[in-house]
């Protein structure tokens, strides 16, 4: 399983674009990379999921180079509603089929 | 269509009772996972059931158990709670992969508070 490595807390403005690194230097060759958003006293909300290069919706873009050992999670223009802790979850322990959470990135949205 | 629900949402118990905590699966989806929260830290792997059987379990003891329903709904009971059990219960349903590709959806959570 993965391990990864993200920030521990970032700062930003509103309207401002905020890109959160994840380091997963030994990621498989099946692996998927997951992006979690959560608020507190709140379950976990997916929000991203790629493979390679780029993938976007309607919340936010996930890029990944081409060696695959990292990820970056972009949100455009936040909002003081961003302010939550970002997960990166890198492949699934398939023997367990367990998502491993790390203790995430906390984002503080300043107006 | 409705996604993940649990019930309840928060619960307040003594040191040695006994809890049960709920959860609806999204629809189409047929497995169920646990999480137990701790405060300020990541969601921890309790169990996950899957054709009503518990098929995969987490660093829990005992105490720690469940149960899947024909309609793939889930239990999480936890007996002679402990202080340490206090944390956000977190319910996780997927369509089973088997790949990395699999998405877990989770639901809002239960608090418990032992006392």
């Known amino acids: 399983l993965a391990k990864t490595t993200q920030p521990i807390s970032m700062d930003s403005y509103e309207g401002q674009e905020v890109n959160i690194t994840c380091s997963h230097n030994?990621?498989?060759?099946?692996?998927?990379i997951t992006w979690y958003q959560q608020f507190p006293s709140q379950g976990p909300r997916f929000i991203i999921q790629?493979?390679?290069t780029k993938v976007t919706n309607e919340v936010a873009s996930l890029f990944i180079p081409a060696d695959r050992k990292s990820s970056t999670l972009s949100l455009p223009r936040v909002s003081l509603s961003d302010t939550a802790v970002y997960y990166c979850?890198?492949?699934?322990?398939?023997?367990?089929?367990?998502?491993?959470f790390g203790s995430g990135t906390r984002l503080q949205v300043q107006p | 269509d409705a996604g993940v629900t649990q019930s309840p949402t928060h619960l307040i118990k003594t040191r040695g009772q006994q809890v049960t905590l709920r959860c609806s699966p999204k629809?189409?989806?047929?497995?169920v996972s646990w999480y137990q929260q701790a405060l300020g830290q990541g969601p921890q792997f309790i169990f996950q059931?899957?054709?009503?059987?518990?098929?995969q379990r987490g660093n829990f003891p005992d105490r720690f158990s469940g149960h899947q329903f024909p309609n793939y709904s889930s239990e999480l009971n936890v007996n002679a709670l402990l202080l340490g059990d206090s944390a956000l219960y977190l319910c996780?349903?997927?369509?089973?992969?088997?790949?990395?590709?699999?998405?877990?959806?989770f639901g809002p959570g239960t608090r418990l508070l032992v006392l």
């Open positions: 996780a349903s997927s369509l089973a992969q088997r790949s990395s590709r699999e998405t877990q959806y």
């Open positions: 030994n990621i498989a060759t099946n692996d998927y």
């Open positions: 790629g493979y390679k």
């Open positions: 979850l890198v492949g699934l322990d398939t023997g367990r089929r367990a998502l491993t």
């Open positions: 629809s189409g989806h047929d497995t």
């Open positions: 059931y899957y054709e009503e059987e518990e098929r």
